[in-house]
């Protein structure tokens, strides 16, 4: 006969225990064959990994949002720089020129519904212009240009040529490019005399008061809009 007492674990024990959780919900168990604890169910390693794979789903798509946003408005601020230096530039040209040396004339322009405005003046080099160290003088045009032969896009920019040169060709003119892909330039002038703004500039041997461009862009719905004081004002 069996002495239980050199037996390791108690027969009774181990003929009511059944391996698994329902062994451990009753106590502590002396059988070799159960764990002291038990893993993941198939069913939790799915939740986790689907609930991880949202996670990083909403922090990429957070991350990307962020990322659009800050391109966005890089290029919005690379744009208004472009036309803020349009203002300056023009500024620094026009508040230099005198009235008969200048010869400015303005004409109203419109080609397949587009305003296409076009100033014009006489002068010399200088930063406004963008020809410092160029000798003589030269007549200039504001106006919008077909980016090439085959496009219908427009470019706003200078189209200079020399004021003596008697020769009349294209290969004597050069154009300066200043801003890409605008829709439409109009051009107005504050007559102080008429006290309003007119379309047409026809008295070279004066200047407007001030002028007035409005440009329709390409990259804006809004037009972009800058009033030009042809004389110095203090601030």
């Known amino acids: 006969m069996l002495d239980t007492e050199d037996y390791p674990y108690d027969m009774n024990k181990r003929a009511n225990c059944s391996p698994g959780p329902a062994c451990l919900a009753v106590g502590p168990c002396d059988c070799p064959h159960i764990a002291k604890g038990y893993g993941f169910t198939l069913l939790e390693i799915t939740l986790a990994v689907a609930i991880l ?7 990429f798509r957070f991350v990307q949002s962020n990322l659009t ?16 230096g349009l203002r300056d530039l023009l500024a620094a040209e026009w508040q ?3 009235p008969r040396r200048a010869a400015m004339k303005g004409e109203p322009f419109k080609l397949n519904d587009r305003q296409r405005d076009e100033i014009k003046w006489n002068c010399g ?8 160290y160029a000798a003589g003088d030269f007549t200039v045009s504001l106006r919008l240009q077909p980016e090439n032969s085959k ?42 005399r008429l006290n309003t703004w007119i379309d ?36």
């Not at 070279?204 to 990259?219: F, M, Q, S, T, Y």
Request: charged share 30%; proline share 7%; glycine share 8%.
């Open 53 to 59: 794979g949202m996670m990083s789903l909403a922090i």
């Open 69 to 84: 946003a800050l391109r966005v408005s890089a290029d919005v601020n690379a744009a208004e720089a472009q036309y803020d």
């Open 96 to 98: 230099n020129l005198t």
């Open 125 to 132: 080099a200088g930063p406004g212009l963008l020809t410092r």
């Open 151 to 192: 496009s219908d896009r427009f470019d706003l920019g200078f189209l200079r040529e020399p004021l003596e040169d008697s020769d009349i060709g294209e290969e004597h003119e050069s154009w300066v490019p200043l801003i890409k892909d605008v829709d439409t330039l109009e051009i107005l002038y504050f007559d102080p």
């Open 200 to 235: 047409r500039w026809s008295d070279g041997g004066r200047l407007p008061r001030l002028i007035k461009l409005i440009v329709e862009r390409a990259d804006a719905t809004t037009p972009w809009e800058a009033i030009i004081p042809l004389g110095r004002t203090p601030y």
